[in-house]
């Protein structure tokens, strides 16, 4: 509230807040004027009669008159006061009204203290002092309500007795001046005092009210609130609820018109405005927003308040301002409509018919009405979406795997999907009325009953998983079924969903199948490395044993015998990687003919005798360079796959051949990344039950089977098609359902052999020329057993147990050291970090790697370099030494 008299600028003097404060101080100031008359008479008649026999009766009749005259102005300034009731604009007239009366009732008193003011007589003083200082102190209660009036009167009262004092010169004149002085001063103070709380009670009495005022306004607001919600709850047309929300803030401000514009796609469409002109509405129906489409456009197309003071002056309205100004329409302030997920749904506006800008109550109702219209704008927009996706929904949900019913508190089916419905041989529709009893055997459908009521008993969802019959097919199912409930939260049925988990079983199956063969795998690449080494030592040590028994052939025969048994647990060692899938892929040479034979041979014995196992090979000298172990593993699966899909065919037969193919334009557009311009094909026919096509181009997948759970891992044909990628080779297959299938596999056929290949059917051990030969293995029964087989074939042989070791002793050796042999797996530092180390001291340095197992599974750089297997046999690396050494 004002908290001052004086007035510092005329825009603040006639403001509505000054002006109330100021009249219910003026009104203060008239209160009490009967009794302040009233008071002034007794007061005047008592000093008239205390000095009527020491002052001249007509000196004191005239001032008796003056204060008669100065009562009765005050009076009738009075009742005419009242009976006016003057309102805001007429305080300050009245204000200054009292500050003249106030000025005459102190000059009244004032002139006492000089005209009945008698000279010698000081009890007479006295008593005009006393009465003087009576009238200064009523003046506190009846002038402090503004400080003009009461800091007027009381220098007027109290200043001509005080001079008189003084003039006196006397010590108890002087003495009483001063006192005089001292009073004067406590009457200003009490009189501010008074000015203050006055003010103070008036601005917390009109706080109160403000408060009280904003209170029930408040309070018809919310009522008008409700009643809205109630609309909306009834479901009322969006254009009655809108309607609604613009009367009820124009209720709020007197002369205020609001309207509500919806977006749609990029055009306002009129929601609701009962106040605006119908014409205007009409005309900005269907505008497009944009910058400056007026203040509702902009505010949609920013999602920003826009507040426009003057419409025929602001650049937002340039392009509309001739739609407005004609209705009377000078001012708009928008908020935007946004949604709960921060989407502009329009604008509601404010419109007057004066140019303005909103008041912090103005801006609250506006954003106020922008949230509540925003729950209706957002509802309506809902529906529509909803209506509009209605049936995509319910596509959506027909479409889907799963299969979805509804049944009531009996377990009366009342819905389903249609998959559920085809399940069951019926309609959607036929389900209804229905129960579990009409589908499935007794004992199942009771105990679906039963699930039912325990899941509308305990509210909780319960997860079954079993085995049923689905057209004629055995399917493992994952039923869910849970409480459906009403509006009010009451169980009303059992909603399931169950999924069929077939297929997802299978895989988890194939899963576990892959676990076990990762931990056969494991625990044979575990043991490899220092099972072979083993066998290294031992077949070293056999060739020096029938070295030294040459003379004694029955000895040299059992020597034979054990290290033919060692060799085949080196095979059989192998054999374990290649199964576990972690044998290192190695490749050579390999002539096609006699090993596709071979396998053909070793797969007879898996094959029932009723199944006819024919061969068409070409023995033309076919060579690839590839692994031979992987190749085993690629024909051995294909020949499996065969066997087990002719298995309940009458005549089954299963044909492998082998032939040349020469590069063509349907191999080419079939295998652009196939190199090479001849290859080896490979084909395994079978006249089994065939695939289907759906089938087809997921048959190479990891973990993809159409065999039963138990019956195939799925990884047999993805082993297969990695293969012909690290053979540079690829495969085809050509089947229909009841045709069988023909499995080609394409191989590059190989040019020339490497110059360091050697053939495994020429057991001739080539001696060596005295060359010296760095060997390194970290185990130490491997070093000596083959540093004397080679020094026994003429070798000079330095030892290293690590690759550190190695390389400082090819560093003090390097002049006579001719070729190196190293373990792949080392403490300190492996074979190839050994290797690349040395070339870095000679780039010539000749290496030859040997190894048990890798189980780092790191590969040899080129195809240049050269690794040989533990156990080692001696032909084979005396060969590979001396084409090394020679080349």
């Known amino acids: 509230m004002v908290a001052a008299d004086n007035v510092a600028t005329p825009s603040f003097a006639h403001s509505n807040e000054f002006l109330q404060v100021r009249l219910e101080q003026v009104r203060l100031l008239f209160e009490p004027t009967l009794r302040a008359a009233f008071a002034s008479v007794a007061g005047g008649i008592m000093l008239a009669y205390l000095q009527w026999h020491v002052i001249d009766h007509a000196i004191i009749l005239c001032w008796l008159t003056f204060l008669a005259l100065v009562i009765c102005g005050r009076t009738i300034s009075y009742i005419v006061f009242k009976r006016q009731n003057p309102d805001l604009n007429r305080a300050l007239q009245w204000e200054k009204a009292h500050v003249s009366i106030s000025v005459f009732g102190g000059m009244a008193w004032g002139s006492a203290g000089i005209f009945l003011f008698p000279q010698g007589s000081f009890e007479h003083q006295a008593a005009t002092v006393v009465m003087i200082a009576g009238i200064a102190a009523g003046s506190i209660t009846t002038f402090s309500a503004l400080r003009k009036p009461v800091f007027i009167f009381l220098p007027l009262v109290l200043a001509p007795v005080t001079l008189n004092l003084f003039f006196q010169q006397t010590d108890t004149s002087l003495l009483v001046g001063i006192m005089f002085i001292v009073y004067a001063s406590f009457l200003t103070s009490a009189a501010e005092q008074n000015y203050q709380s006055h003010l103070q009670n008036i601005s917390l009495r009109f706080k109160s009210e403000e408060r009280e005022h904003a209170i029930h306004k408040s309070e018809q607001t919310i009522l008008k609130i409700a009643d809205i919600l109630k609309m909306i709850a009834r479901g009322e047309t969006a254009s009655e609820i809108y309607n609604a929300i613009a009367l009820l803030y124009e209720s709020r401000h007197p002369g205020m018109r609001c309207s509500m514009l919806k977006l749609e796609g990029t055009m306002l469409m009129h929601g609701g405005a009962p106040s605006l002109p119908k014409a205007y509405c009409e005309t900005i129906n269907g505008l497009e927003y944009g910058p400056s489409v007026g203040s509702c456009g902009t505010a949609t197309f920013t999602g920003k308040r826009v507040l426009v003071e003057n419409i025929a002056t602001d650049k937002k309205w340039a392009q509309i301002k001739q739609l407005a100004l004609p209705h009377g329409l000078r001012c708009c302030w928008s908020e935007p409509i946004i949604s ?126 079993e085995q049923i019959r689905v057209n004629g097919e055995d399917r493992i199912i994952h039923t869910i079924k849970a409480p459906a409930l009403d509006e009010e939260g009451n169980v009303d049925g059992v909603l399931g969903i169950f999924n069929d988990i077939t297929d997802h079983k299978i895989l988890e199956e194939q899963f576990h199948q892959a676990q076990k063969m990762e931990a056969v795998g494991t625990l044979v690449g575990g043991i490899a490395h220092d099972f072979n080494n083993t066998l290294a030592a031992i077949t070293g040590n056999l060739y020096l044993a029938k070295e030294d028994a040459a003379e004694l052939p029955a000895v040299v025969s059992k020597l034979q015998t054990i290290e033919k048994l060692s060799f085949g647990a080196g095979d059989t060692i192998q054999k374990l990687l290649a199964f576990a899938r972690k044998s290192m892929i190695s490749m050579n040479p390999v002539p096609l003919s006699g090993f596709v034979k071979e396998v053909i041979q070793l797969q007879r014995v898996a094959i029932p005798e009723n199944i006819r196992l024919s061969q068409q090979i070409d023995n033309g000298g076919l060579q690839i360079l590839g692994d031979i172990n992987l190749l085993q593993q690629v024909l051995v699966n294909l020949i499996n796959n065969a066997r087990d899909a002719v298995i309940e065919t009458e005549k089954p037969e299963i044909k492998v051949t082998l032939h040349k193919v020469t590069r063509n334009k349907k191999l080419t557009e079939n295998h652009p990344n196939l190199e090479g311009d001849e290859f080896a094909c490979i084909s395994i026919t079978d006249n089994g039950e ?44 050509e089947s229909s359902p009841g045709m069988g299938a023909n499995f080609s596999i394409y191989l590059p056929l190989l040019e020339s052999i490497p110059e360091h290949s050697i053939s495994n059917h020429n057991e001739e051990i080539i001696n060596g020329n005295g060359e010296t030969i760095l060997l390194v293995d970290d185990e130490k029964m491997v070093v000596d057993a083959c540093k004397k087989v080679l020094e026994k074939i003429n070798y000079q042989v330095v030892t290293a147990s690590d690759g550190m070791e190695a390389i400082e002793a090819y560093a003090r050796h390097k002049e006579k050291i001719d070729l190196i042999i190293l373990d792949i797996v080392m403490p300190e530092l492996g074979g190839f970090g050994a290797a690349k180390s040395i070339r870095e001291i000679n780039p010539d340095a000749k290496v030859i790697f040997a190894t048990g197992y890798d189980k780092t599974e790191q590969h040899i750089d080129g195809d240049s370099e050269i690794m040989l297997s533990k156990p080692l046999r001696i032909h084979e690396l005396s060969q590979v030494i001396r084409n090394l050494l020679d080349s």
């Open 690 to 733: 065939g695939i289907e096509e759906r089938h087809l181009q997921h048959i190479f997948e990891p973990f993809f089977t159409t065999k039963e759970v138990g019956k195939g891992s799925g990884l047999g044909l993805s082993m297969v098609f990695g293969a012909m990628q690290s053979h540079n080779g690829a495969i085809e297959i």
């Open 340 to 465: 709960s997920t921060g989407k502009v749904l329009g604008a509601f506006g404010m419109y007057y018919n004066h140019p303005a800008l909103p008041n912090t109550e103005e801006l609250e109702d506006l954003e106020a009405a922008a949230r509540l219209a925003s729950i209706i704008m957002e509802r309506e927009q809902r529906e529509k979406e909803l209506r509009q996706s209605e049936y995509q929904y319910r596509t959506l949900v027909e479409n889907l795997p799963q299969r979805f019913f509804l049944k009531d508190r009996d377990s009366v089916f009342i819905s389903c999907s249609s998959n559920l419905a085809e399940d069951l041989g019926i309609t959607p529709e036929q389900i209804a009325g229905t129960t579990d009893f009409d589908y499935f055997p007794k004992e199942i459908a009771s105990k679906y009953q039963q699930d039912d009521q325990r899941i509308m008993t305990s509210r909780v969802a319960e997860e079954i998983e």
